[in-house]
């Protein structure tokens, strides 16, 4: 863990200047930074503005995926939408049902978007905007059921709106009919934000860029908001990190064709190891290769731990 939470301090410290922490609590929007080149993709930042909207404190945040904020009633089509984003390293804008820590429900408009390195055009992290949607009560709108199940009562929520959860074929006094024997239809609750907000989200990644790109040029690893060369083919994507976070066997990846041949990738399980490995009397390790992305080979050292009596 004290190996990770390390990859974590230097995905920030290797890129940016020490005050780029400062500099991004000081702006009031509620957002995350992730790096989809760590194991599990964490998260290396947490604004203040989201801690406070989340109900969760920073050592609760930083390390862990973005999955620990969703719930039963998060979209799965949604969260499809999402992953599918980070795959493909591009910007997506959705609206999004997430938990806080204590279990309440919030809709909330997740704007993510990529940040490249502007030497060798990967993605560096992805930043994710969330801004809480308004819901403002009106008198007439949306269908919600009185106690007994027989009245209809008239609420519109701003912009979200309830919908019956059944086959749209299906007259609504039908289903009431059928659902006779319960005290609350079956709904399922959507919303769908604003031109505002969604403006509000373009702007706060903006502010953010800002500063990551400002902070990045006084280190000389800078960084931009869009792809300005094509990375290489030794690059290792969002959509091959993420799958191999996902393997528990002790490995890491080489790339033979960078100066030294550095590592380009460890598990966690490798990290833990070599944790371990100064209090053992043995370490066997064999590599094979493994191709990956366009038939190029990268060489992969499965490291395994023997222990000596």
């Known amino acids: 863990m004290d190996s990770k939470l390390g990859l974590i301090q230097q995905s ?89 820590k204590d279990g309440t429900r919030f809709w909330m408009l997740f704007h993510m978007s990529p940040v490249f390195g502007k030497e060798d055009g990967r993605v560096i992290h992805f930043v994710a905007v969330q801004v809480p949607v308004t819901r403002k009560q009106m008198r007439n709108g949306g269908v919600s059921l009185s106690e007994d199940g027989s009245g209809l009562n008239e609420i519109m929520f701003g912009s979200c709106r309830k919908e019956v959860c059944s086959d749209s074929s299906l007259e609504l006094g ?29 702007i706060a990644f903006n502010d953010i860029l800002s500063v990551l790109t400002h902070s990045s040029e006084l280190t000389g690893r800078l960084v931009c908001g869009k792809r300005c060369i094509v990375p290489g083919a030794h690059y290792i994507s969002s959509s091959l990190n993420i799958p191999l976070g996902r393997i528990k066997q002790s490995f890491v990846i080489i790339d033979p064709h960078l100066p030294g041949m550095p590592i380009v990738y460890a598990s966690d399980a490798f990290l833990k190891l070599t944790d371990k490995r100064k209090h053992s009397n043995r370490t066997s390790m064999h590599s094979t290769y493994l191709k990956l992305q366009e038939g190029q080979k990268f060489i992969l050292e499965l490291s395994s731990l023997i222990t000596c009596s």
Not at 63 to 82: H, L
Not at 177 to 197: H, N, P, R, W
């Open 12 to 100: 920030f410290n290797t890129r940016y200047s020490l005050w780029v922490r400062e500099a991004l609590d000081e702006l009031p929007d509620n957002f995350t930074i992730t790096d989809p080149s760590l194991s599990g993709h964490p998260i290396v930042f947490a604004s203040r503005g989201f801690l406070k909207m989340s109900g969760y404190s920073q050592e609760e945040v930083i390390g862990q995926n973005g999955k620990i904020f969703q719930g039963p009633k998060t979209n799965r089509r949604t969260v499809m939408e999402i992953r599918e984003a980070i795959r493909e390293e591009r910007a997506i804008q959705v609206n999004l049902l997430n938990y806080r």
């Open 174 to 202: 039908r289903v009431l009919s059928l659902d006779s024997g319960s005290k609350v239809l079956d709904i399922e609750e959507t919303c769908e934000a604003s031109d505002f907000e969604k403006q509000r989200a373009a």
